[in-house]
């Protein structure tokens, strides 16, 4: 078992509000596989995501419990210095926002190098390296773009420079955040093939964030399906999709838009079918 998260629960506190955004949750993953967590806004995917490599704000501010195994060492118990070997290294992050990834005073060849350096001893010959990564997510001209600013570039090709970024360190895991969330549909199924691509040639983990069920089938082994604070629904992808067991997941389902189908308006997620469900539940 490559990660192993248990009971975990994320509550932010403020002078005037405490928020219970992750409410106990367990999840695993296995070396080279895809879990998908689908959920709405404010279910809580990112700041999951986002506590495996401790990138919340620290106590009072927000209390993380649980525990989370990274090949059975705990993420939650490391110092500082530890952690540092974790993030970026082990596991990556890509953003749904590829300008907030990359510093635009800085061409992205300079801005892999860096990512290269990171973790490295040995810092000879990284624009070799740099072109060959970009040539590795489908950048043409890689030589001529390495020297491109990313205002130069595309939303497509700047997330392509971050996906870049987020492997040269060979993660064991990268986490995508509604990777495609900010690109054109025709953008969004290039990246996902991209992804699905780099797993199987690099033979990393992913944990694909997203709201929208549609990206999931085909790419994700796993589904997760996260509704306030909650994994209400976990299993293979094709069973969650063909025979949802909650409402919830149901509502999320409905809303896939399908191709060449015209609808008159968008499904409502009928919540307070789902409140009458989680009592019975409970
Ligand atoms: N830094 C923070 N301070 C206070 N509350 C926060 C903070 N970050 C997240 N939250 C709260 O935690 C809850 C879960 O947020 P999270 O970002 O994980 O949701 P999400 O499912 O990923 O949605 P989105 O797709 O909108 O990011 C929300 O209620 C959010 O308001």
Same mark, same amino acid.
């Given at each position: 078992?490559?990660?192993?998260?248990?009971?975990?629960?994320?509550?932010?506190?403020?002078?005037?509000?405490?928020?219970?955004?992750?409410?106990?949750?367990?999840?695993?993953?296995?070396?080279?596989?895809?879990?998908?967590?689908?959920?709405? +806004?404010?279910?809580?995917?990112?700041?999951?995501?986002? +506590?495996?490599?401790?990138?919340?704000?620290?106590?009072?501010?927000?209390?993380?419990?649980?525990?989370?195994?990274?090949?059975?060492?705990?993420?939650?118990?490391? +110092?500082?210095?530890?952690?540092?070997?974790?993030?970026?290294?082990?596991?990556?992050?890509?953003?749904?926002?590829? +300008?907030?990834?990359?510093?635009?005073?800085?061409?992205?060849?300079?801005?892999?190098?860096?990512?290269?350096?990171?973790?490295?001893?040995?810092?000879?010959?990284?624009?070799?390296?740099?072109?060959?990564?970009?040539?590795?997510?489908?950048?043409?001209?890689?030589?001529?773009?390495?020297?491109?600013?990313?205002?130069?570039?595309?939303?497509?090709?700047?997330?392509?420079?971050?996906?870049?970024?987020?492997?040269?360190?060979?993660?064991?895991?990268?986490?995508?955040?509604?990777?495609?969330?900010?690109?054109?549909?025709?953008?969004?199924?290039?990246?996902?093939?991209?992804?699905?691509?780099?797993?199987?040639?690099?033979?990393?983990?992913?944990?694909?964030?997203?709201?929208?069920?549609?990206?999931?089938?085909?790419?994700?082994?796993?589904?997760?399906?996260?509704?306030?604070?909650?994994?209400?629904?976990?299993?293979?992808?094709?069973?969650?999709?063909?025979?949802?067991?909650?409402?919830?997941?149901?509502?999320?389902?409905?809303?896939?838009?399908?191709?060449?189908?015209?609808?008159?308006?968008?499904?409502?997620?009928?919540?307070?079918?789902?409140?009458?469900?989680?009592?019975?539940?409970?």
């Amino acid at each position: 078992m490559l990660l192993e998260v248990k009971d975990l629960k994320i509550r932010f506190n403020s002078r005037h509000s405490k928020v219970q955004a992750v409410k106990g949750i367990s999840f695993s993953l296995d070396r080279g596989k895809t879990l998908a967590i689908v959920g709405e +806004s404010g279910s809580g995917k990112s700041v999951t995501s986002m +506590s495996l490599s401790r990138l919340l704000p620290p106590p009072p501010k927000c209390e993380v419990e649980g525990a989370a195994y990274l090949d059975g060492v705990d993420l939650f118990g490391l +110092s500082e210095r530890e952690l540092r070997k974790v993030r970026g290294k082990r596991i990556a992050y890509v953003f749904q926002e590829p +300008s907030t990834s990359l510093n635009p005073y800085f061409t992205v060849g300079a801005q892999i190098e860096e990512a290269l350096k990171f973790h490295r001893d040995d810092v000879s010959d990284l624009k070799a390296e740099t072109v060959e990564l970009l040539k590795k997510v489908g950048i043409r001209d890689a030589e001529k773009r390495y020297g491109d600013y990313p205002h130069q570039m595309s939303g497509g090709m700047k997330q392509r420079v971050v996906i870049a970024m987020a492997l040269a360190c060979q993660p064991d895991i990268l986490v995508a955040d509604e990777p495609t969330t900010a690109l054109d549909v025709t953008i969004e199924a290039q990246i996902m093939e991209l992804l699905q691509e780099l797993r199987e040639r690099e033979g990393m983990a992913i944990i694909l964030i997203t709201h929208n069920f549609g990206i999931v089938d085909g790419f994700a082994d796993e589904v997760a399906v996260m509704y306030r604070g909650n994994i209400v629904e976990h299993g293979e992808t094709e069973k969650v999709l063909s025979a949802p067991q909650h409402e919830y997941t149901k509502a999320l389902i409905r809303c896939i838009p399908l191709l060449g189908m015209k609808r008159e308006r968008l499904p409502v997620v009928d919540y307070a079918a789902i409140a009458e469900e989680e009592e019975a539940a409970s």
